[in-house]
T-cell receptor, first 113, second 111 residues
């Protein structure tokens, strides 16, 4: 399986600021995804990060709030902009591998005060 | 109605018990089915991946898919305290596509 790392692992941020989360994979992958897991909840897809083109966002998520970059086949970033306490969540990147298998990074635990 | 329903638990069993975890889904377009295990403060770990209806076994874990009933299950034999975690079912319509998750079942295996 792919080895996925995320930075930072956790952060505490002030309301109104922005945080950029990095996701690094140890091999080239076509599909990368960003999910959010709110406290005590399951995972919800934010967007699909496409290499060489704009990300595809799910309903309820917009590019101005969650801009995504995908400069190459091993790296992606998700920015959480103009944060509010409601953005406190775990943010996870995942990669598609060998067809439909998806593997997840360890997550970034974000607390907004 | 959610696309994927999963009993949230918590499910508490004694060590050595057989555990049955289940999900139902409403969209017949789902073709790929996965089970993830998530320990507290960790990312989800892929346990089982299936495509066709029927059973798939891997060690103490068996995944079962019944597409006609839109029902999937994960069985854990000889459960161990280390199996205590949240188990998430997930499914997708196409290969490499986004996953739709169930709400997760919290499992506690008591020594």
């Amino acid at each position: 399986s792919a080895v996925i790392s995320q930075k930072p692992s956790r952060d505490i941020c002030q309301r109104g600021t922005s945080l950029t989360i990095q996701c690094q994979v140890d091999s080239q992958v076509t599909m990368m995804f960003w999910y959010r897991q709110q406290p005590g909840q399951s995972l919800t897809l934010i967007a699909t990060a496409n290499q060489g083109s704009e990300a595809t966002y799910e309903s309820g998520f917009v590019i101005d709030k969650f801009p995504i970059s995908r400069p190459n086949l091993t790296f992606s970033t998700l920015t959480v902009s103009n944060m509010s306490p409601e953005d406190s969540s775990i943010y996870l990147c995942s990669v598609g591998y060998r067809g439909s298998e998806q593997y997840f990074g360890p997550g970034t635990r974000l607390t907004v005060t | 109605q959610k696309e994927v329903e999963q009993d949230p638990g918590p499910l508490s069993v004694p060590e050595g018990a057989i555990v049955s975890l289940n999900c139902t889904y409403s969209n017949s377009a789902f073709q790929y089915f996965m089970w993830y295990r998530q320990y507290s403060r960790k990312g989800p770990e892929l346990l089982m991946y299936t495509y066709s209806s029927g059973n798939k076994e891997d060690g103490r874990f068996t995944a079962q898919v019944d597409k006609s009933s839109k029902y999937i299950s994960l069985f854990i034999r000889d459960s161990q305290p280390s199996d205590s975690a949240t188990y998430l079912c997930a499914m997708s319509r196409n290969a490499g596509n986004m996953l739709t998750f169930g709400g997760g079942t919290r499992l506690m295996v008591k020594p």
